[in-house]
């Protein structure tokens, strides 16, 4: 059963770095065509593409975050993390992350979510 | 960046009816499109991929159609399970993006 769970802070002050982590199992992250994407909600709003990390460690990242995102991932623990840097409170919302396992680039299971607030 | 359009914001709908949401890309994406249906608490489900292809164990009452830049996404016979917001996704180029979401209400 492929299961990604997300966690991470709940609360972040601005200014602060956000690290989130990303727990797969039921797949391995260095099986061929396997991705692993982040995504974001802030509240009430729409679903955002975030970042994209590949099984080969290739990495992609959305132009307007890009400069602040660091994708990463640590095959033995089967974990993928992702670094926010200089939070601020419109950053705020539930993240989540899914995985592609090919052939299709579609997001075929992805995590609950976890909520971030950035406040001071 | 390629922009997905996605229509309507919103709807209200009755148990049995047909709904149809549209999303056309801003550029032709082929058939590299799906659509989620996200419920609070719950992680988003895959639907429909590659356009018109139904994930397995998705109702027959979901279905996907459309390729270049419009498509649409229907659900038959609307069940009350089936409130939910619901969402398009390309994943032609990246950076991928999303639609802005529908959310369907229930009479």
């Known amino acids: 059963q492929v299961t990604l769970k997300e966690s991470g802070p709940a609360l972040v002050k601005p200014t602060q770095t956000l690290t989130l982590t990303c727990t797969c199992s039921g797949f391995s992250l260095t099986t061929k065509r396997t991705r692993v994407t982040w995504i974001r909600q802030p509240p009430g709003k729409a679903l955002e593409w975030l970042a994209r990390i590949d099984w080969d460690d290739d990495k992609f990242y959305s132009n307007s975050l890009k400069t602040r995102l660091s994708i990463s991932k640590d095959t033995s623990k089967n974990q993928v993390f992702l670094t926010m840097t200089n939070m601020h409170p419109v950053d705020t919302g539930t993240y989540y992350c899914?995985?592609?396992?090919?052939?299709?680039?579609?997001?075929?299971?992805w995590g609950q979510g976890t909520l971030v607030t950035v406040s001071s | 960046d390629i922009q997905m359009t996605q229509s309507p914001s919103s709807l209200s709908a009755s148990i049995g009816d047909r709904v149809t949401i549209t999303c056309q890309a801003s550029h032709d994406i082929r058939n590299y499109l799906s659509w989620y249906q996200l419920k609070p608490g719950k992680a988003p489900k895959l639907l429909i991929y590659d356009a018109s292809n139904l994930d397995t164990g998705v109702p027959s009452r979901f279905s996907g159609s459309g390729s270049g830049t419009d498509f649409s996404f229907t659900i038959n016979s609307l069940q009350p399970e089936d409130l939910a917001t619901y969402y398009c996704h390309h994943y032609a180029d990246l950076p991928y993006s999303f639609g802005q979401g529908t959310r369907l209400e229930i009479k």
């Open positions: 899914a995985v592609t396992r090919g052939p299709s680039l579609t997001l075929d299971s």
